[in-house]
Nanobody, 121 residues
Framework: QVQLVESGGGLVQAGGSLRLSCAASGRIFSINTMGWYRQAPGNRRELVADITSGDSTNYIDSVKGRFTISRDNAKNTVYLQMNTLKPEDTAIYYC???????????????WGQGTQVTVSS
């Protein structure tokens, strides 16, 4: 009922920057929290950053000061600006949004398809 389209991944040298985008469309009454997760080979998926409907943000320690999450509510889009990238940031990055379809329904989670970020040393 909700589609998420991610973009912005790619290959970058250490110290470089990338900006990820995730646009939500479909049956959306409201979006609560929007977030970015990542999963490296052999690792569990971990939360990188999220942002609430009130624009409160949360980051894992390893990206604080380097990554910035933001959202455009008019476009139902969440962004992740990634600066000073390190090889250990290499992973598939997934967006997740928490959506309410109508005023009366409970919230549901939706995931993007993932976008590869590779940082070379």
């Amino acid at each position: 009922q909700v589609q998420l389209v991610e973009s912005g991944g790619g290959l970058v040298q250490a110290g470089g920057s990338l900006r990820l985008s995730c646009a939500a469309s479909g049956r959306i009454f409201s979006i609560n929290t929007m977030g970015w997760y990542r999963q490296a080979p052999g690792n569990r998926r971990e939360l990188v950053a999220d942002i609430t409907s009130g624009d409160s943000t949360n980051y894992i320690d390893s990206v604080k000061g380097r990554f910035t999450i933001s959202r455009d509510n008019a476009k139902n889009t969440v962004y992740l600006q990634m600066n000073t990238l390190k090889p250990e940031d290499t992973a598939i990055y997934y967006c997740k949004v928490v959506v309410r379809h109508t005023k009366w329904t409970v919230e549901s989670d939706y995931w993007g398809q993932g976008t590869q970020v590779t940082v070379s040393s």
